[in-house]
């Protein structure tokens, strides 16, 4: 199964279903999504179950060779359960509990749901678990993605109180690891212990912090509650789950390591402006890099966009060839399958105007050509690239515990973790150098060189980590606020960076928040780099302690102290990045680190051309996107083997149409 869409038959008249099913065929469609957000139509009343008509559906579909995965849609339960169990809909941080209306209406610790999830879910997958067309399931839908701060109703708040419990065992071990004492919230008993509803003025950053933990806990808790219930129903099927990108309110390297693989929902147009598209397109790649690193392997995209998009505002139209290259970027970091999003635009509800690959009059016209030309395209040759992955000397480490330390306390108004993280990534992929993103429970040796951005909390075993990758030979990037607090996020004693102190070969005494400050910062030699530039946000005050200086700073009382610094440490080299880079400044500092790392481009692009590669065992294949609405001329390789694009190709020079994409095999 390569390519596959979502579709809705519950919308449509049954007559619909063959003509959609012969369209499908014809594009080149193998597999749907089906079914995840119809709960009451399969099962109107507690214990009424008619799931005939989605038998005919899978059926019609089924004849013309096309599979089907089917989601729980236990995103969305019907109102007779919130009518006889009004306690399942969530709190808001406010103390308010939502209503019936939207979707995600649920508290995911409440037992009585769960209890309701358990009997239909069961049903469904013991009435699906034999249909020879029924491949695999997909677990609710985008955990998170309508749940604001989670809920935080009684149910909870006990939940809550025993996750706490399991931690810290003791009351007095919470209290002093949290440091109670301040404003006087010591508690004598787990029972005290509030949920972050508003308050005030601020919660205590340690309890917000395991908040956050235990609530993304609870989510992982949730999935697995569904998911071993679908596996004692249908063993031969997959399961997986639709995750979104950055979004945060789940560690998805927990959630992942349930599934058989992870699938992701890709909407490169969504909540941008049309004029900021060109400067987005490596947060979009950077967002394939994260998803392929869940797992380090390859994954789903579970909905490709395929038009407009939005509920009561709506994105720009993809432009022609834009389908195509979203498509091919998808694949080229890592998916071995492409489903879009959605099959027909929807006449009523809240995404009328999400667009599918059809517009609402359901005739085939611009979008469905050119999805079906992307299809006929890639169909041929997607084996050769199944189960490969991006062949990468780079990794940047990526973390939700520091993600959410920012959200708690960013310090500065506009630092953000993943933003900060973004500007390292954005230079690599600009330089062309492919990039995994990895969690700091992977292996760090593969990589030559390591990026960790922002280690504002840190623990023993990741510091002994980094210690180890440095004296073995890694080069590693750290940046500012590292070392900060400990894992339970309160602030560690020392100078610092705390214990990165010694790879990194600085102290640091004082630090500026650079809000509405002025501050550059300029190389120590005009050989690297002969320019000074404005640096934002934070910059700490330097001072060597074995290390040698990149950059000073340019202005204010600190001139002329260290901005950007290495350290030889045994066999390897440790840089630390005090404040936050422009642009430019970063494009060279990137450039510097990776020829000392002996780190090399995949090939130098015009910009706004994305090269990146994908090694499998029938190859190493170089994937060609032209992200700019003008054609894009450049030289490659004589030795590169053309796979889809020979058109494009005179000699060794390739001429690549508006949004134009080529694939490669290297000899």
């Not at 909540?271 to 994954?299: C, N, V, W, Y």
């Not at 430019?584 to 020829?595: L, P």
Request: charged share 20%; hydrophobic share 35%; proline share 6%.
């Amino acid at each position: 199964m390569k390519f596959g869409v979502d579709y809705y038959p519950e919308h449509w008249p049954e007559e619909r279903w063959t003509v959609d099913a012969k369209l499908m065929k014809e594009a080149g469609i193998e597999v749907v999504r089906l079914a995840e957000f119809s709960w009451a139509k399969m099962e109107p009343e507690e214990g009424t179950y008619d799931f005939s008509w989605l038998d005919k559906a899978i059926a019609t579909l089924g004849k013309e060779g096309i599979k089907t995965v089917l989601g729980t849609p236990t995103a969305t339960p019907p109102i007779w359960i919130i009518e006889k169990n009004p306690e399942i809909l969530p709190v808001n941080q406010e103390g308010i509990r939502l209503s019936f209306g939207g979707r995600h209406h649920n508290c995911q610790s409440n037992q009585v749901y769960r209890n309701h999830i358990k009997r239909f879910v069961a049903s469904m997958a013991k009435h699906f678990s034999n249909n020879p067309d029924v491949v695999g399931w997909q677990i609710d839908n985008e955990f998170g993605n309508s749940h604001q701060q989670l809920c935080m109703c009684d149910s909870c708040r006990t939940a809550f109180h025993q996750w706490l419990q399991n931690k810290y065992t003791t009351i007095d071990n919470l209290n002093n690891t949290w440091g109670t004492t301040f404003w006087s919230q010591t508690y004598s008993s787990f029972d005290q212990i509030p949920v972050p509803l508003r308050t005030p003025n601020s919660h205590n950053p340690s309890l917000l912090l395991d908040w956050k933990r235990f609530s993304s806990d609870l989510i992982v808790d949730f999935q697995k509650h569904q998911l071993n219930i679908v596996r004692k129903e249908c063993p031969h099927h997959f399961v997986t789950h639709n995750f979104m990108g950055f979004f945060d309110k789940t560690n998805y390297f927990d959630l992942s390591k349930d599934l058989d693989f992870i699938s992701h929902d890709q909407y490169p147009m969504y909540f941008k402006k049309s004029i900021e598209m060109l400067s987005h397109k490596h947060s979009l790649a950077a967002t394939l890099d994260l998803m392929r690193g869940m797992k380090q392997k390859p994954f789903w995209i579970m909905e490709q966009q395929s038009g407009p998009s939005g509920w009561e505002t709506m994105s720009p139209t993809p432009r022609p060839g834009q389908l195509a290259l979203w498509t091919y970027q998808s694949i080229a970091h890592g998916a071995d399958t492409i489903v879009y999003f959605r099959w027909r635009s929807c006449l009523f509800g809240t995404e009328e105007y999400w667009h599918g690959i059809l517009p609402h009059h359901g005739e085939p016209e611009r979008r469905y050509e050119e999805i079906k030309q992307t299809i006929g395209e890639l169909s041929p040759v997607m084996e050769m690239f199944k189960g490969g992955l991006p062949d990468s000397d780079v990794g940047i480490l990526f973390s939700y515990d520091q993600e959410w330390a920012f959200q708690i306390q960013p310090h500065h108004y506009d630092l953000n973790y993943i933003n900060h993280l973004l500007g390292y990534y954005k230079a690599f992929y600009e330089a062309n150098i492919p990039v995994d993103m990895v969690s700091d429970e992977q292996d760090f040796m593969k990589y030559k060189l390591l990026v960790v951005p922002l280690l504002f909390l840190s623990k023993p075993d990741l510091t002994s980590k980094l210690e180890k990758y440095v004296s073995d030979g890694g080069h590693l990037i750290l940046t500012m606020r590292s070392g900060v607090k400990n894992w339970n996020n309160t602030v560690i004693p020392k100078i610092l960076p705390g214990d990165l102190a010694p790879i990194a070969g600085i102290k640091i005494s004082e630090y500026d928040c650079l809000n509405d400050v002025s501050q550059s910062i300029r190389w120590f030699s005009s050989e690297l780099f002969d320019k000074v530039e404005q640096v934002s946000k934070w910059a700490d005050i330097i001072t060597l302690d074995g290390a040698e200086a990149l950059a000073f700073y340019a202005e204010d009382y600190y001139k002329d102290t260290p901005a950007i610094t290495q350290n030889i440490y045994k066999q390897g080299i440790t840089y630390y990045v005090g404040t936050e880079l422009g642009n430019d400044i970063m494009k060279e500092f990137i450039c510097y680190v990776v020829k000392k790392s002996n780190i090399q481009p995949i090939l130098q692009t015009p910009k706004g051309v994305e090269i990146t590669n994908r090694t499998s065992k029938n190859g190493k294949y170089i994937f060609i996107l032209n992200h700019n609405p003008k054609p894009e001329v450049f030289y490659i390789p004589y030795n590169w083997e053309p796979v889809i694009g020979q058109r494009f190709l005179v000699d060794s020079k390739i001429n690549l149409p508006p949004y134009g994409t080529a694939v490669f095999k290297t000899k």
